[in-house]
């Protein structure tokens, strides 16, 4: 029982080592093909499609029910979706809406802004954390915070002369 579980017979691992090797440059040509926005992730929609590649991937490896050709299809399918919802919400407002968030401001000024971090579902604490990362000691260093519509933080600091900050917070969602 436990030699099968470290190894049951050659013909599995020729079989990873072969199938394997074809699935990743299958996947690399589908990945140079698409172009450089199917990894972007921009948005929450992205980062869903990369972690279904990689699990598909990773399914191709290890499942002997599954031939190389079902999953370059499943690449290309997973390729193919993620390319024609990216084309439709640059064209359309509306499927833009529906498949990716707005970034929100959760600090303006030092101030926190606890409306929007309850909205976003943060804490505090975790805001600070990202501010602690960021190499700034206290809020009042912070010109801005942003959660970003791919769930990243940006952080803004105040420009080194006690000036205000020079971003344009017209430019992002309601700060409440």
Do not use: C
Not at 73 to 92: E, H
Not at 122 to 127: D, I, S
């Amino acid at each position: 029982m436990i030699e099968n579980m470290l190894f049951q017979d050659w013909s599995g691992i020729i079989r990873t080592i072969l199938v394997g090797t074809l699935a990743y440059a299958g996947l690399v040509a589908f990945l140079r093909i698409s172009g450089k926005r199917t990894l972007a992730k921009l948005n929450a929609f992205d980062l869903v499609v990369t972690v279904a590649l990689g699990s598909t991937l990773a399914t191709i490896l290890l499942s002997e029910s599954v031939a190389l050709a079902e999953g370059l299809t499943a690449f290309a399918l997973l390729i193919g979706l993620q390319y024609l919802v990216a084309k439709s919400s640059v064209g359309s407002g509306r499927i833009a809406r529906l498949v990716r968030s707005e970034p929100r401001l959760v600090m303006h000024k030092g101030e926190i802004l606890h409306d929007a971090l309850r909205r976003e579902r943060v804490t505090e604490e975790e805001l600070l954390s990202v501010i602690r990362n960021n190499g700034s000691a206290a809020p009042e260093e912070i010109a801005a915070v942003v959660l970003e519509s791919d769930g990243s933080f940006s952080v803004i600091p105040k420009p080194q002369d006690g000036s205000a900050a020079d971003f344009a917070s017209a430019d992002l969602p309601s700060r409440g």
